[in-house]
């Protein structure tokens, strides 16, 4: 006996002509709901695409103001550069000009605080900066010669800082702080010689006074001379 729900038992129980007729419903209906789901999912993948290319331009578009950012940050990077070079080069030449102006005035010099000079050298552009860390200084000097003397200048420094603390006056060995080396203090130069140097201090303790004494020891062609050359400590902002 063939089931009822079989393909036979459907045929022969609704007759050939409702059963070619369901059958032939039943077909258009699944026809029609694949078609529709096809379609539906071309349109999902339609938008997908859209959604995509939409975000891929914005992509682009950023990408382009990056660009154009990345550009205009060169050029100006290059502006400060050529800027800072040119500044450079015009402290040069005033340095250079303050240095022959020391040479022009060492008569003078000489002649009314000759203490001050030995052999024709002389403490100049003295400076002190804050660092980002805190109580920690760098210091810069120049020891310069004042005369038209040909032999080179040589000797060495030492650096006595005076500072207080709790109301009582203290001097320091500034070389020793600095962690300077003997060469560090040794100068030998025709024209100048530049010197700097980062130290720091205790908390609470205030810097007043800087004492570079200069030194140079007898030799074949130069007594033995020294001078100490003072500087007030100036107020910094930290």
Known sequence: MTPWWSFNGLKYKLGRFKFMLAFLIITLLVGYLGFS?????????????????FRLENLYSELDEKIRQINYLT?????????????????????????ALRRELNFYQKVLAPELVADGISV??????????????????????????????????RLNLVVSQNDEKRTLDL???????????????????????????????IAEQLAVKVIQPKNNWQP??????????PELEE
């Open 37 to 53: 789901l096809g379609g539906q999912s071309d349109i999902w993948q339609e938008n997908k695409i859209k959604d995509q290319d």
């Open 75 to 99: 050029v100006e990077l290059e502006v400060e550069q050529r800027a800072n070079e040119q500044i450079q080069e015009e402290l040069l030449d005033i340095r250079e000009e303050s240095f």
């Open 124 to 157: 100049e552009q003295f400076n002190v900066e804050a660092t980002n860390i805190a109580n920690r200084y760098v210091f810069r000097f120049a020891l310069v010669q004042t005369n038209s003397a040909k032999r080179y200048a040589r000797g060495n420094i």
């Open 175 to 205: 070389a020793k702080l600095a962690k300077m080396s003997k060469k560090n203090l040794t100068f030998s130069f025709h024209f100048f010689q530049y010197f700097e140097a980062e130290f720091e201090l205790e908390p609470g303790m």
């Open 224 to 233: 033995y001379k020294s001078f100490t050359q003072k500087f007030d400590w």
